[in-house]
């Protein structure tokens, strides 16, 4: 287990892989190739238990063939909790193999959490909890995302945490189209979304690296690149994590709006557009379905050569 901040953590990892790529772990039954189950899993005629097996296989399989082809460009995975959750232990024990068995790598635990008193005490020992090997969360990762929304008590239970080597990234702007119906108006003549990211850049500062940025760290969809100019005058020394580009529409040209002046503040969230490429973004049709890990490490790879065009190499 390392010691350093994470946010030193992630950026020598971009320093190393050249990159600033994190790959989203989604594992769907309905867009997986059909040599992985797809749909069929759930029509086999089989009982509760075989189902929950055969989907275990399914998704490990899966997510195991995407980390095998892009290790080396990715410099972390972010796992959307929803896609393990639903399917109850039988997900949850695959994601747990694969926090354990692939531990030296980075990842993102993506579940938005956001609450108050014991109750956010008991998200942030659920993913950060470690004593050592005998003592610690199943689900144990290196940062999550949360909802600052509740306030700076819905937060303060994680801080500890923070101070030592994991990272959090507190939602701002989000990608999606109706964002704007909250994050979007004003208090004082200030968006929603910039009074988050001024009070996240005050409640990080005591978390600052040497590379001169917090492991506490926001969100904000590539969608939104002046909203992400605004946040970034903001708070400078956050790190930012950036969902939408690709499938969502973000585009890798704006990724300027998002890094800091050394080009190193902000990670880019790829899911759909690499690890289903075979079937979604310009690399569709391309490959069998069988081999969705090629198209999978051909995406990574033109969305690593991208950001680099835009913004130099970390």
């Given at each position: 287990m390392t010691t350093a901040n994470f946010a030193d953590q992630l950026i020598d990892e971009m320093k190393r892989k050249k990159s600033r790529l994190i790959?989203?772990?989604?594992p769907s039954q309905e867009h997986a190739p059909a040599s992985l189950g797809g749909e069929v899993v759930a029509t086999l005629g089989l009982g509760t238990r075989e189902i929950g097996v055969a989907r275990q296989w399914a998704m490990r399989e899966f997510c195991e063939r995407i980390i095998a082809a892009t290790e080396d460009i990715a410099?972390?995975?972010?796992?959307?909790?929803?896609?393990?959750e639903?399917?109850?232990?039988a997900g949850m024990h695959v994601l747990e193999r694969l926090l354990l068995e692939h531990e030296p790598k980075l990842f993102i635990l993506d579940g938005k959490r956001g609450d108050i008193g014991a109750t956010s005490k008991a998200y942030a020992d659920a993913y950060f909890y470690d004593k050592g090997t005998d003592d610690q969360s199943p689900l144990l990762c290196d940062a999550v995302t949360l909802n600052g929304y509740l306030g700076k008590d819905a937060l303060e239970p994680f801080f500890p945490?923070?101070?030592?080597?994991?990272?959090?990234?507190v939602l701002a702007k989000t990608?999606?189209?109706?964002?704007?119906d909250l994050q979007d108006q004003e208090i004082d003549g200030e968006p929603v979304y910039a009074r988050m990211a001024r009070l996240v850049n005050e409640w990080g500062a005591d978390f600052v690296g040497d590379h001169g940025y917090s492991s506490l760290g926001l969100v904000v969809g590539a969608t939104y690149p002046e909203a992400a100019r605004r946040v970034r005058q903001l708070a400078p020394k956050s790190l930012i994590l950036v969902p939408g580009i690709g499938v969502q529409g973000g585009r890798p040209q704006d990724a300027d709006a998002f890094a800091g002046e050394d080009g190193c503040g902000a990670v880019f969230n790829f899911s759909r557009s690499i690890i289903y490429a075979y079937k979604y973004g310009p690399f569709a049709d391309e490959h069998d379905e069988d081999k969705f890990e090629t198209a999978a490490r051909v995406a990574a790879e033109h969305y690593r050569v991208s950001l680099n065009e835009a913004l130099g190499e970390p």
């Open positions: 790959v989203g772990l989604d410099v972390g995975y972010k796992v959307q909790l929803a896609y393990f639903r399917y109850g232990s945490f923070l101070a030592q080597n994991k990272g959090a990234f990608s999606n189209p109706s964002s704007g």
